[in-house]
């Protein structure tokens, strides 16, 4: 009985899915050459995509998994240049001569699969000696191998400030490889969805088996965790090569959506959206430990963070205050803050976000809440 | 107990410095299937030294540890724990946030068969593993009755229950030989009395070697067999409950002299 139960949920999680795709798909088709909807709406959808991938990927190894890796933007660069050089290269191979086609739609999700596959092994190599810190010391020791990391890709000599980040290179990234335009975005953001989608369901599984208790309990408690046999180090060293693989994932979407890669935007003293501890305000901010916080944390922070940019109510402010909004670091530490003093655990905590369970959760909570309220009248009539 | 047996676990001069500091030394113990042995010391007598080297978590200066014959030199805590020691400890150490359920799947873990793409696609095995887990944890839990709070999550037990919990737990690791580090402390007699209970059902069920470290002098006088005394790290007396109750080393080391 309970496996039908499963059964029915997975069915109508699918054909949820597939519903809300199609609608949109559709509405695209309906919208697809107006402006507003081709200039922001579709570049929108496509940054919130890899910043939701890179959120949920450090979940698994900041909220499940309990270490604090500052080095995420490292291993989404590689999947980013990766999938740049992958594309570029089949280019001038003549492997596509045009960006349609079955095989170009192939050499993307060849392209978006290899950048997660190396950026899983890097994530493997620079997982097995950092892991074998804790706290404060893991957290200098990815911060240090995220930036080797962009250190090594900028001084490759075909990639990096001389390559694909600087002059003809840049262009020919648009021209050429993968970086989409405006109209191709508009036409390929169902690979952006479809990806992200997939990639959200592995990481779900891969959180509700073994693995994810076994990860949940080494959070909770590292000694008794091997004491009930579970090998804490390589469990570690597998969710961080997952993990980055999913990063990985996320920069090959990522260098989809560009026109040109720099390796400044994945440094760790960038000020825009693409640094590491950007992704770690995301995952605090949803919840350590709730991939749906994830979600739902990166898709706040690219508007706060698209609102700084380009909200005309930044220019209406008083100088004194719109001079904040030039650092937008600072506004991220600000709502950091908010949020660890108004809730601590996060905007979901641990809460899972599930269709067929939402009835069920709204009248759990909506009876917390009744007894929250009773308890605080009668605090207040024996006060 | 024959003694042409091979005992389950036997540890032969097993002895730790810390730095210059002798905490354990010349350790031998051998316990049979099916025994409880009792290890009794005062304070800071090196009797969780001697759990934390039985299980891998400190490795010994000297000396072996032999599970079945087998020695464990140099094997980490999940390999001692694969080979078939489980242990408790002193302060509780359970999941907390992770419901009371989900802390005996934990240690099902390492026994489970499917990997990361059977997990991924959700395929016949995963389901079919998940399933006898669900199953073999929910036999556990009754055994001890915290059947009706598996979805709780196990810091909000009482005291006693999370002990309970966490025999459970050790013992999902599907041990030969079980370690209870001092289970009765901090609790009332009546929940010492449950615990006593519970300590003759798993022996009697599954035939397992127990070595319990107690202050509760009536605990231990009641269901060890036989009771090795240490102090300073060094076996002061071993022998049978009442030999112990006499022993005037014993007396003095524990009242002073």
């Not at chain 1, 916080?293 to 698209?306: H, L, P």
């Amino acid at each position: 009985m309970k496996n039908n139960k499963t059964a029915r949920s997975y069915l109508v999680n699918t054909l949820v899915i597939a519903a809300a795709f199609i609608l949109f798909q559709v509405l695209t088709g309906l919208f697809g050459s107006e402006g507003d909807f081709k200039l922001v709406l579709v570049p929108s959808l496509w940054q919130c995509c890899y910043l939701i991938l890179l959120a949920a990927s450090l979940n698994l190894v900041l909220g499940f998994l309990g270490q604090l890796s500052l080095g995420h933007c490292g291993f989404m660069a590689i999947g980013a240049y990766t999938a740049a050089l992958i594309s570029l290269a089949c280019e001038r191979a003549g492997v596509f001569t045009d960006k349609a086609g079955l095989v170009y739609i192939l050499i993307i999700f060849g392209c978006i699969i290899a950048a997660g596959l190396l950026a899983a092994v890097t994530g493997l190599l620079v997982g097995i000696p950092a892991l074998r810190l804790k706290g404060d010391y893991l957290a200098i020791i990815t911060l240090g191998f995220g930036m080797i990391i962009v250190n090594v890709i900028n001084n490759l000599p075909f990639c990096g400030q001389d390559g694909l980040s600087q002059g003809s290179a840049a262009a020919s990234l648009y021209k050429t490889g993968l970086g989409f335009g405006s109209k191709a975005k508009v036409t390929y953001l169902w690979i952006a969805l479809v990806v992200t989608i997939l990639c959200l369901t592995l990481m779900f599984m891969f959180v509700r088996s073994k693995y994810g208790r076994a990860i949940r309990a080494i959070k909770d408690d590292e000694i008794a965790a091997s004491a009930s046999g579970i090998n804490v180090s390589s469990y570690k060293v597998l969710t961080f090569t997952y993990s980055a693989f999913f990063a990985g994932v996320a920069g090959a979407l990522y260098a989809c959506a560009n026109s040109s890669l720099s390796t400044s935007s994945f440094a760790f003293t960038n000020a825009g959206i693409l640094n590491s501890t950007f992704v770690v305000v995301m995952v605090v901010l949803g919840g350590m430990g709730s991939l749906t916080g994830s979600i739902v944390a990166a898709v706040i922070m690219f508007f706060v963070n698209y609102q700084i940019a380009n909200g005309s109510w930044v220019a209406a402010l008083p100088p004194f205050l719109n001079g904040v909004f030039k650092y937008p670091m600072l506004v991220y530490a600000v709502v950091l803050v908010i949020v660890i003093i108004f809730r601590p655990r996060g905007i979901f905590g641990t809460y899972e976000f599930s269709l067929t369970r939402l009835p069920e959760d709204v009248k759990k909570a909506r009876a917390r809440r009744a007894a929250a309220k009773a308890e605080r009248k009668e605090a207040v009539s024996h006060g | 107990m024959a003694e042409n047996k091979v005992p389950v676990l036997e540890t032969k001069k097993l002895g730790i410095n810390f730095g210059g500091l002798k905490a354990v030394s010349d350790f031998n113990i051998q316990i049979y299937e099916g025994e409880l042995r009792g290890l009794i010391g005062p304070n800071g007598a090196g009797k969780t030294t001697v759990f934390n080297m039985l299980t891998g978590v400190y490795e010994p200066t000297e000396g072996t540890v032999l599970l079945n014959g087998v020695p464990l030199n140099g094997k980490k805590t999940h390999q001692f724990v694969a080979a078939g020691i489980a242990r408790t400890f002193q302060n509780i150490r359970l999941f907390g946030q992770m419901s009371v359920i989900e802390n005996v799947k934990v240690a099902f873990t390492k026994d489970v068969k499917y990997n990361l793409l059977d997990a991924s696609l959700r395929t016949r095995k995963f389901w079919k593993a998940e399933r006898e887990m669900t199953d073999k944890a929910m036999e556990l839990l009754s055994i001890f009755g915290l059947e009706d709070a598996a979805e709780l999550p196990a810091s909000s037990l009482p005291y006693g229950r999370q002990r309970k919990l966490e025999i459970a737990r050790a013992l999902a690791t599907d041990m030969k030989v079980l370690l209870l580090d001092e289970p009765a402390a901090g609790m009332n007699p009546t929940e010492t009395a449950e615990l006593l209970d519970c300590i003759n059902t798993i022996r009697n069920r599954f035939g397992i070697a127990i070595l319990l470290i107690e202050h509760d002098m009536s605990l231990v006088m009641n269901v060890c067999e036989r009771i090795k005394v240490i102090d300073y790290g060094v076996t002061i007396a071993d022998g049978l409950p009442e030999e112990i109750a006499s022993n005037p080393r014993v007396i003095a080391a524990y009242l002073g002299e």
